[in-house]
């Protein structure tokens, strides 16, 4: 079956503080794997994406295909990052289709 | 460019009455996404359009759920009647072409509480 897992649904951490958001997936084939944002009273929008391998506002995200985990970092929090997180995933047998993780909530303390 | 488009962006209904939501995805976008937001949970994709055609709806609870984009570009999503656990933001997202995972584009959503 294809899974995406948060196991965190509320992250708190201090601005300044190192952040991790965890991100596990269940998919039999290789799969492409993102991460989505929304900042309150915004829309859902896409931060980035594993092939691109790009760090978006000091985020990035490494796919670790032996532990079948996405999960987004970055080494400085801050304020403005407060935002939920959605990890998904896109099976490429059905490329255009997005299956979304539950969520986590990240607040940054000052 | 303008965003994809969401009206309207509260409804409140009784149980077994009959709702419509209506989107407008960004102009050109030939790929249309209606998901299902309960609280506390991800978007769930119900249906898949691509121009007017169906691609995926295998998730869309048909006994009660239905949609429909005449002409490709507008769609809307209606159910009837609705049942308390309905209540949830419905997304609308659209992507410019459906051969490639690409970005997709998400609307305001349309939040729904059923009473």
């Known amino acids: 079956a294809q899974r995406v897992t948060q196991p965190e649904k509320l992250l708190s951490v201090f601005k300044g503080a190192p952040v991790e958001l965890k991100c596990n997936y269940s998919?039999?084939?290789?799969?492409?794997l993102f991460w989505y944002v929304q900042y309150s009273r915004q829309r859902l929008q896409l931060l980035l994406r594993?092939?691109s391998r790009e760090s978006i506002k000091g985020f990035t995200a490494d796919l670790n295909k032996g532990e079948t985990s996405f999960h987004l970092k970055k080494p400085f929090a801050q304020e403005e990052d407060s935002a939920m997180y959605y990890c998904?995933?896109?099976?490429?047998?059905?490329?255009?289709?997005?299956?979304f993780g539950s969520g986590t909530r990240l607040s940054i303390r000052p | 460019e303008a965003g994809v488009a969401q009206s309207p962006r509260y409804k409140i209904i009784e149980k077994r009455q009959s709702v419509a939501f209506w989107c407008n995805p960004i102009?050109?976008?030939?790929?249309l996404y209606w998901y299902q937001q309960i609280l506390g949970q991800g978007p769930k994709l119900l249906i898949q359009?691509?121009?007017?055609?169906?691609?995926?709806d295998s998730q869309l609870p048909k006994d009660r759920f239905s949609a429909e984009r005449l002409k490709g570009v507008d769609s809307t999503l209606k159910i009837q009647p609705a049942k308390l656990e309905d209540s949830a933001v419905y997304l609308c997202?659209?992507?410019?072409?459906?051969?490639?995972?690409?970005?997709?584009?998400f609307g305001p959503g349309t939040r729904l509480t059923v009473t």
């Open positions: 102009s050109g976008h030939a790929t």
């Open positions: 997202a659209s992507s410019p072409q459906k051969a490639a995972a690409v970005e997709q584009y």
């Open positions: 998919y039999s084939g290789s799969p492409e």
């Open positions: 594993h092939i």
């Open positions: 359009f691509q121009n007017n055609g169906v691609v995926d």
């Open positions: 998904a995933l896109s099976p490429y047998s059905s490329a255009s289709k997005i299956i």
